[in-house]
Structures are given as C-alpha cells and as structure tokens.
C-alpha cells in the first residue's frame, strides 16, 4: 500500500519514515514524498491509475496549496483517501477540507498515535478490500 | 528835539517787542513795563514847575534811565539782538542830552550855537534813519533764515517722523519674522518628531504584520523539535529492545538515526532562534549600526516571514515564490534591519500585486484562472557592485503612477491597508547605502525593483 505525503518542509520525510520503519520494514505499506502541490500531481500521473492509496497533504504551501491540491486529487481520482495536515486549526480551513472530500483534518504538530491507528485502518481496510 | 524820556519810551516799546522770531523772557518784559512806568512817571514830573533841586533830580533820573536802557542793552547777551537799535539811537540821545544839557545851563552860548547843534540833530537822524534801514534788512534776512530754518525743521521733523514709522515697521516685521522663524523651528521639530514616530509606526505595522509569519515560522521548526525528540526517544526504547535481542547491528543503525534526528533537532532549533533573533533586531530602534550581512539569508528569512504572514492573516491569498540567489554573493556591511525591511516591503508589496491580479482573473474567469502568481528575489555579484531584484508577475503600475511609487504617503491600496510609507522608507534605505533603486514595470505583466548596491565596505 504506498502512502504519498506533501509537505514543502522536506524534513518531513525523515520523520514518516523513521515513524513508521516498522510497517515500512514489514512492508506493510511505503512511502512516497512530494514536497509541493504539482510534485504531487505529477508523481500521481506516472502509473494510471496510481499506486497510491492515501494522500496526506501540508495545507500551507507556496505555489499550489494543500486545499487546491486535494480538489485537483478528487477531480482525477476520486479513489484516492486525502486527508489535510495544517498548522492552523481553523474552522474555515476544516470546513473547507471536509467540504472538497477531504477525510481527515490533522493540525501541527501531527499526533502521530491518531495518524497510525488512521494508517492501520487503511491497511486493513485494504488489505480487506483486496481479498 | 525829541525828550530823552520819550526816547526812553520808545526804546523800551521796542526791547519788548519782538525781533523777528527771536523774543525776550517774560522777566524781560516785566522789567521793560517797570521802565516804562517810570518814563510815564518822570514825564509827569517834568511838566509839573518843581522846585530847583528837584528839577535837577527829574533830569539826572531821565539820564540814568536811558543811560540805563543803553547800557543794559549792550551788557547782557540776551539782548543782543537790539544792540542795532541802540546804536541807531545813540547819537540821538547824546545830541539830546547835550541840547538839553546846554540849552538850560547856558542858553546863551547854545543860541550862539544852535546852527550847529541842529546839524548835528540831523546828522543824528540821518544815522538812525540809515541804521534803521540795515537793521530792517537784517531782520528781513533773519526772518528769510528763520523760515528757512523753520521749514528744514519740518522736513527734519517729517524726516524723523518718517524715520520712527519706518523704525516702528522695521520693529514691527522683525518681531513678525521672529515669530515666523519661531514658529517654523517649532513646525520643524514637531515634523521631525512626526517622521521619527511615522517611521516607527511603519516599522511596527510592519512588524504587526509579521506576527502571524513569524509564528509559523517558529512554529514549524518547533514542531520538528518536538516531533524528533519524541521520535528518539521512540528509537531509544527500540534500540534497547533490539541490543537485548542481541541485534547489534539494528541497534547500530537506529543508534545513527537517533545521532542524525539530534542534528536535525539542532538544526530547526537554530531556525526558530534565528528567526527570534531576527524579529528582535527589527523592533529594536534603529541604531544605524553596519554589520556584515549575508543579503543571500536576509532575503530568504524575510520572504518566508512575509509569505506566512500574509498566509496567516488571508486564507484566500496564496502565491508562488522563488529565490534565485547568486552562491558566489560576498556578504556586504549595511544596516541589517533596515535591510530585512526593505526586502520585506518589496516582497509584501510583491504579494499583494500578484493576489490582486489572481482576484480578478479569477473573477472574470468565473471561477479559477490557470494564473499562476509568483514572486522572486534574485540576487547577483556584478563585479564591484551587488544587484538584488524583486520580481512579480502581477499587474504592473499603470506609467501614470510609476513616477509617484516613491514618494511619501503614495499609496493605492485602499485606505487603512497600506501608509503610503513602504517605498518611500525603502528608497531612503538603499539611498543610505549609496545604491541605486529604480523601478521596472510593464502593466498587465509585473513589476521589477532593482536594488544596486556598491560594494565599498565589502569584505
């Protein structure tokens, strides 16, 4: 199960990976990394349909923002889960996130607890949905 | 022949009387008044039949009394102006008194005489007649002079008088003048304290306006911070768990993650400091001090810092931006905070233009317009100069208004959004360098600020 994070903060993905080394060692999913909006959408355009899952997205980022990226990830693959990691825990970022599908909403700093059970859910939900 | 006394009379009259413009005291004049009282008097006495040795007394009193006039007359300076008319009279009197003198002690010889006495009577006359006519003279003369005087007077009195209103006017315009320039060095000083206070309320708008930037600033690498030492200590227990496994070489490698999450701890951990370091130094009042700068870093911070601030305070505003800096860029001494706010203004000014344009084009277009908005700094080494560019794409300053964008209170955002002061300040503070700061822009396209700083003080 391959899981693409995008956050222009490229320390980001030192974190996840050391994070979830156990799954990422267990193969139970991996991990792909885009550090702005149109790396994002490009790296999804390389397999049709993408062998990504799960989409987890900065909100605030130069250029394309999280919220713009995740009506663009909706329009062309609906199938994708995309949730909003933002700094800012705004009601109007929220409702905006959940408005465009969004699934979830994480405000920095990430609990990484929630975003493992969030994680564990999908890969079973997966794991489920492939038998 | 006339009688001494009557003589007397005439000459008093005339003493009192005045001399042209010149007139006796009233002491004077009194005394006269006695004298002529006493002429009266030794007239009377004289046509009364007295007894001989007072008849003798009336005549040596009608001498002394001319004698008196006479003398008086030529004595004191006072009178000085009728020593003319005495010396008309004199011969006359002394003819007098010799006629009455011989006439009644020896009227025989003064018959025998009396021819000649007669001529020297005429001769008498001629002489005071003569006199008479030069004394006229003098006193037509002296009144010509007195009129001439007089009206010099009145011009030196109109000359005064001018003098005094020309004195009172001068007084008047300097006391004026004075209180103008007074006024004005008051004006000045409240100016001045006004462009100190203007700057300093720019500077803090400026600075409110960071906040929001500048505590995402922080807060991302603090997050780093937290999120990686929460992460090590994960790795410790782990690292543990794998040593009493005897997985050593797990261990090792978890024991490099560890080492490589403490550097990056490290790391965010100075960003947040800088960051600080930086908001410090721009809320500080200036102290005009140069230091070596590196501009590479002061326009990356202060791009981000304008960036997130501008996130912060506007969900909807959101741009692209880029830094092209030149590696090679020697670091230059100026006024560090002076710099990070020139930078600030550009790039905050830079985001506004490409936001505005996004707004309309996205409004014409109903909806989202594929304009990508985006603001870049480019910094270059140019030999012995430094060349900083901050570039937008947005929609350009109409050629009408181009000339105005550094003048004071020039703004054309709306009112409360902007002081007008931004450029302003910021062409003082590249001025203050000694660089050049000018203005590219072409309208519907984007606009160019290009700094060029020479490198003197340079190391």
């Known amino acids: 199960m391959n899981i693409l994070i995008v956050d222009d903060e490229t320390d980001v993905e030192i974190l996840f990976r050391q994070k979830f080394r156990k799954e990422i060692k267990s193969g139970m999913m991996s991990l792909s990394f885009a550090f702005s909006g149109q790396e994002a959408l490009d790296f999804l355009a390389q397999d049709n349909p993408p062998l990504v899952v799960y989409v987890f997205s900065d909100i605030n980022m130069p250029g394309m923002t999280g919220l713009e990226l995740l009506k663009k990830i909706k329009e062309r693959y609906p199938q994708i889960s995309v949730s909003m990691i933002s700094a800012y825990g705004d009601s109007e970022n929220y409702e905006k996130a959940i408005d465009s599908g969004a699934k979830e909403f994480f405000t920095k700093p990430i609990d990484f607890d929630f975003l493992k059970n969030e994680i564990q859910e999908l890969v079973a939900k997966h794991k489920s949905n492939k038998q | ?459």
Do not use: C
């Not at chain 2, 002491?27 to 040795?53: D, H, T």
């Not at chain 2, 021819?115 to 005429?122: C, D, I, L, Q």
């Not at chain 2, 109109?158 to 007084?171: D, G, H, S, W």
């Open chain 2, 1 to 459: 022949m006339l009688s001494v006394t009557i003589i007397s009379i005439i000459l008093l009259y005339s003493l009192k009387r005045p001399f042209a413009s010149i007139t006796v005291s009233e002491e004077w004049k009194r005394l006269f008044n006695y004298g002529l009282w006493v002429a009266v008097g030794l007239i009377v006495l004289e046509w009364m039949p007295l007894p001989g040795f007072l008849d003798i007394l009336v005549y040596l009193a009608k001498y002394l009394l001319v004698g008196a006039i006479v003398f008086v007359t030529l004595t004191f300076p006072e009178l000085e102006h009728k020593k003319g008319m005495i010396y008309a009279w004199l011969p006359i009197i002394g003819i007098s008194i010799i006629t009455d003198i011989f006439s009644n002690l020896t009227p025989e010889f003064y018959k025998n005489w009396e021819s000649y006495f007669k001529t020297g009577e005429a001769f008498a006359f001629i002489w005071a007649i003569a006199m008479w006519i030069i004394n006229a003279k003098q006193k037509k003369n002296l009144e010509r002079e007195r009129i001439k005087s007089l009206e010099k007077e009145k011009e030196l009195e109109i000359t005064e008088e001018l003098k005094k209103q020309l004195e009172k006017q001068v007084a008047a315009r300097t006391a004026e003048l004075l209180s103008q320039k007074n006024e004005l060095e008051t004006t000045l000083k409240e100016l001045k304290s006004t462009q100190t206070q203007l700057i300093h309320a720019e500077k803090m708008a400026s600075l409110g306006e960071l906040t929001a930037g500048i505590a995402h600033e922080i807060q991302n690498p603090l997050n780093f911070v937290n999120n990686f030492s929460e992460l090590s200590n994960e790795l410790l227990e782990e690292m543990k768990e794998e040593i009493e496994s005897g997985n050593y070489n797990i261990a090792k490698e978890i024991a490099e993650d560890i080492s490589e999450n403490l550097k990056k701890i490290n790391h965010h951990g100075n960003r947040a400091d800088s960051i600080v370091k930086g908001m410090l130094q721009h809320s500080r009042v200036n102290s005009g001090e140069k230091i070596l700068t590196d501009l590479n870093a002061l326009a990356d911070e202060f791009m981000r810092l304008s960036y997130h601030g501008l996130r912060a305070k506007d969900k909807s505003f959101n741009a692209d931006f880029k830094l092209e800096l030149d590696p090679e860029l020697p670091q230059v001494e100026v006024v560090s905070q002076d710099f990070g706010r020139l930078i600030l203004n550009l790039v905050n000014n830079a985001f506004y233009a490409v936001h505005e344009k996004k707004l309309k084009l996205d409004k014409e277009a109903g909806g989202t317009s594929d304009f990508h908005p985006l603001v870049k700094i480019t910094s270059t080494h140019l030999g012995d100069k430094i060349q900083i560019h901050v570039i937008d794409n947005g929609g350009g300053i109409p050629k009408s208004i181009i000339e105005k964008v550094f003048q004071p209170f020039f703004t054309t955002k709306p009112t409360g959004a902007g002081t007008g002061l931004g450029l302003s300040l910021s062409y003082d503070i590249v001025k203050a360098h000694g660089g050049e700061f000018t203005v590219e822009s072409t309208e519907g396209e984007g606009t160019v600020f290009k700094i060029v700083l020479p490198m003197k003080g340079v190391r």
